[in-house]
């Protein structure tokens, strides 16, 4: 029986790759942190921005931080970190990038609010925990789904 939207995902899962493929996906890694480095500026800086200059309200500057943070990952994502086709596109590929990213905030918020109400943890901390499997979930959502580059023509 196959599962085709997990075909991209049998290669995380080998036990066996090749020093190439190591170091692509070393590289892949690097990238995609460094691009999320960038996110985590550019979006604090349009968050205060609406917030402070624009006068926006927080919900307001909150989703306005958000697209703009979504966009700017999808193109970093796209032309630099995975590079799934030679020209940028905004077609299905960013509405599956929307849908990772929706998937992802859900889970975020899910998990977040589970260790705050539940475990009696302090948010800070326990977004900290959260963190490093929301980021692992987006960079494999990326990489083997929305992103993911076509298999090559016969």
């Known amino acids: 029986m196959e599962f085709p939207y997990l075909s991209g995902a049998h290669w995380w899962l080998s036990p066996v790759k ?27 800086l349009v968050f205060t921005g ?7 309200g ?54 977040l609010s589970a260790l705050v109400e539940i475990g009696g943890f302090d948010p800070f901390w326990a977004q900290l925990i959260v963190m490093p499997f929301i980021i692992a979930f987006n960079f494999i959502a990326a990489k083997f789904w929305s992103l993911k580059k076509a298999p090559p023509l016969p």
């Open 18 to 44: 090749t020093h190439h493929e190591v170091l692509v996906m070393n590289m892949e890694m690097s990238r995609f942190l460094l691009a999320g480095g960038v996110n985590f500026v550019f979006t604090f």
């Open 50 to 56: 609406a917030l402070k200059v624009m006068h926006t």
């Open 58 to 111: 927080y919900v307001a500057a909150l989703l306005l931080a958000w697209i703009s943070g979504n966009i700017l990952t999808y193109v970093l994502n796209f032309v630099w970190v995975f590079r799934p086709e030679d020209r940028l596109s905004f077609g299905m590929r960013f509405f599956k990038y929307l849908t990772a990213g929706a998937f992802s905030i859900a889970a975020n918020l899910m998990a």
